[in-house]
């Protein structure tokens, strides 16, 4: 399995038909020694994303840590809960967890100003951290979106590397501490594959160290913009080679890796046995949870980009939002995509995953 037929230009990925060797922090892994990667990753030394500069906040300081990400103040901060890692989506930053009011736009949100997840988890003794994967570093053409990358979208390539040297860092920086990881659309598949390359590419012990990995409206069996894979050589259209087709989805070279045969590997170590077939858990049972928008009745979807079938994950705890709970903040341009959202700031979305890294 090598590049994707339609690989961004701006991927370090051969033509040829050789699989790509797995590259970790250490540097080339030799392919016999586990399964090769579908896709191309960017290397951390030269990634544009992997930047602290030009913030408008301060940038965490994670020991070893190179690239962006925000920490939430917290007091009285209770050690025995674990450190709780958020993972953004696309064409978004660490804003997407937190309270905000808007400027310029038409009308005012009903709930602007009220404390979203990380301001609630930080008065709940929890320490947060948040990744910033740096969309604004993204160098694609951005003439229009059907053809370039106005939105500057980042695909897999782009996120993962990051947010493996983020979940990695803290872990390091923290030894006697679990994580729980809350990802939002792109950030969901982002999560799952970190945490693959981790175990599988780099030999590292992390399912014993995590606790929940909580997952809000990911793609993980496809999304609807999928007709950009054969229209856009950007990583506008190479993120949703990625993920297939959600309306007809058959197993993309990248999600088979991550779901496995028949959903085999969808939720690594839930059972506190194996992932991906291996004996690597350590005894932890991993607690799994989707959060997405139900989908209209009639069999179509609110959610612009997934939908049930999409986001649900074998050996998860699969939970709805109805169709009234969308973002009323005004988050992301004034509320565009206020349904996709949803999950990450309407309230009943922030409770369950209240719920969930509480319990």
Not at 169 to 197: C, M, N, Q, W
Not at 202 to 208: F, H, K, L, M, S
Not at 285 to 291: H, K, P, S
Not at 322 to 339: P, Q, R, S
Request: net charge negative.
């Amino acid at each position: 399995m090598g590049c994707l037929p339609t690989a961004s230009p701006h991927a370090d990925c051969d033509d040829d038909t050789t699989p790509p060797a797995m590259m970790g922090d250490a540097g080339m892994v030799d392919p016999g020694e586990g399964p090769a990667d579908a896709i191309s990753y960017r290397a951390l030394a030269t990634h544009p994303g992997c930047t602290t500069d030009g913030l408008s906040y301060e940038p965490a300081s994670i020991a070893g840590y190179q690239c962006a990400a925000k920490a939430y103040p917290v007091s009285g901060e209770d050690t025995s809960k674990p450190i709780v890692l958020l993972i953004h989506g696309n064409s978004d930053t660490p804003g997407v967890w937190e309270s905000f009011t808007a400027s310029g736009c038409d009308t005012a949100g009903a709930t602007e100003g009220v404390p979203m997840l990380a301001e609630n988890l930080a008065s709940r003794g929890f320490r947060v951290l948040a990744i910033d994967m740096r969309h604004d570093q993204v160098t694609d053409p951005a003439d229009d979106n059907e053809r370039y990358n106005a939105a500057k979208n980042m695909d897999h390539g782009w996120g993962v590397p990051i947010a493996q040297h983020f979940i990695r860092s803290v872990l390091e920086a923290y030894p006697g501490r679990k994580i729980s990881l809350v990802g939002h659309s792109f950030g969901v598949t982002v999560i799952r594959d970190a945490l693959r390359r981790l175990d599988v590419n780099e030999g590292y012990d992390v399912w014993p160290r995590i606790e929940d990995v909580v997952l809000l409206a990911g793609g993980n069996h496809g999304v609807s913009s999928y007709g950009l894979c054969a229209a856009n050589e950007t990583m506008r259209g190479e993120v949703t080679c990625e993920m297939g087709n959600r309306d007809a989805f058959a197993p993309t070279p990248f999600l088979g890796q991550l779901n496995g045969p028949s959903g085999a590997w969808e939720t690594p170590c839930a059972d506190g046995l194996t992932a991906y077939g291996r004996d690597v858990c350590g005894g932890n049972a991993v607690d799994y949870t989707t959060i997405v928008m139900q989908d209209i009745p009639d069999g179509t979807q609110q959610d612009l980009f997934v939908s049930e079938a999409s986001s649900r994950l074998a050996g998860a705890d699969n939970r709805l939002i109805g169709l009234n709970d969308f973002d009323e903040t005004n988050y992301f341009f004034c509320g565009l995509l206020k349904n996709h959202f949803g999950p990450a700031r309407a309230l009943a979305g922030i409770s369950v995953i209240l719920e969930k890294l509480e319990s």
